[in-house]
T-cell receptor, first 112, second 112 residues
Framework: NAGVTQTPKFQVLKTGQSMTLQCAQD?????MSWYRQDPGMGLRLIHY???????DQGEVPNGYNVSRSTTEDFPLRLLSAAPSQTSVYFC???????????FGSGTRLTVV | GESVGLHLPTLSVQEGDNSIINCAYS??????FIWYKQESGKGPQFIID?????DKRQGQRVTVLLNKTVKHLSLQIAATQPGDSAVYFC???????????FGKGTRLSVIA
């Protein structure tokens, strides 16, 4: 049982490049979300999904897109990377809203 | 605005002593609370949770206390060990299908 798997673990992008951060869970969780973590800012919600085919914006959605075509996968897309998107990104999943999240190990992204 | 916050950003304790980490929340509609531990370079790890119909819950060496009257949550760690050194986050879930809201975190440093 792998839990929540995030890839890649580290990534360096040039300004304007695009990329997709992958997130997969094998716990049959309906609820998935993406957070970014910056020093002194805690965890800020980017996008979340309550089930396949349903996504919604969080606190800081600008510059990011998501889709949820399957229960297992919830990729996060950066369309045109900016230095302000340098951060550590965490994917999390849970059985449903109102239950504890299981987090992945994170992706450390640097945009130069 | 920030719905979940912490009284102390850093806490240093002697090995073997008990630790108390505090958290204030402002949303009276919140009905589920979780404490997470995050070690350096890792994703947050679930420690313990409590629902609003309880005021105390115990785990292995950890206890969470909920005071709904003053909207206060605390995490008590008994016989603190060097492995407890980490950042601790509280999180709350407002009733309904909404994501968790995280506080900014408290860093616990255990002095050997």
């Amino acid at each position: 049982n792998a839990g929540v798997t995030q890839t890649p673990k580290f990534q360096v992008l040039k300004t304007g490049q695009s990329m997709t951060l992958q997130c997969a869970q094998d716990m049959n969780h309906e609820y998935m979300s993406w957070y970014r973590q910056d020093p002194g800012m805690g965890l800020r919600l980017i996008h979340y999904s309550v089930g396949a085919g349903i996504t919604d914006q969080g606190e800081v959605p600008n510059g990011y897109n998501v889709s949820r075509s399957t229960t297992e996968d919830f990729p996060l897309r950066l369309l045109s990377a900016a230095p302000s998107q340098t951060s550590v990104y965490f994917c999390a999943s849970s059985y449903a809203a109102g239950y504890g999240y299981t987090f992945g190990s994170g992706t450390r992204l640097t945009v130069v | 605005g920030e719905s979940v916050g912490l009284h102390l950003p850093t806490l240093s304790v002697q090995e073997g002593d008990n630790s108390i980490i505090n958290c204030a929340y402002s949303n009276s509609a919140s009905d589920y609370f979780i404490w997470y531990k995050q070690e350096s370079g890792k994703g947050p790890q679930f420690i313990i949770d409590i629902r609003s119909n309880m005021d105390k819950r115990q785990g292995q060496r950890v206890t969470v206390l909920l005071n709904k009257t003053v909207k206060h949550l605390s995490l008590q760690i008994a016989a603190t060990q060097p492995g407890d050194s980490a950042v601790y986050f509280c999180a709350e879930n407002i009733r309904g299908n909404t994501p968790l809201v995280f506080g900014k975190g408290t860093r616990l440093s255990v002095i050997a």
